[in-house]
């Protein structure tokens, strides 16, 4: 039987509950240590992407770096209730440009 992955979205309370509604597990966290704690739990499941907001992010380089160059998770940055701080797009940038060899976004 063929493993079934889910999805994970990680963060504060009002940026990620509304994604419950779309059918994707939520971990709503209080502090930087409940989001380590919570991302590295989250990565020995069954969850092949891992969405965390940017807020959180920002404090957790090492963590999210434990994890870039492995298959699951992949951990995909939001913009949390308070915006964007360009983070996710500039590790889309970084990836395109690992991936390519040039940056052509």
Known sequence: MANSYQIA???DKDSVMGF????LTVF???DVEQAR???HRIAKEEYAVVYLTEQFAAQM???IAR???ELTPAVILIPGKEGSLGMGIANIKK???RA???DIL
């Open 37 to 39: 704690h919570t991302l």
């Open 61 to 63: 380089e090492a963590d």
């Open 9 to 11: 979205v990680l963060g």
């Open 67 to 69: 994890y870039k160059d």
């Open 95 to 97: 990836s395109v440009e």
């Open 20 to 23: 419950k509604a779309l059918g």
């Open 28 to 30: 709503p966290v209080d």
């Open 100 to 102: 390519v060899g040039a």
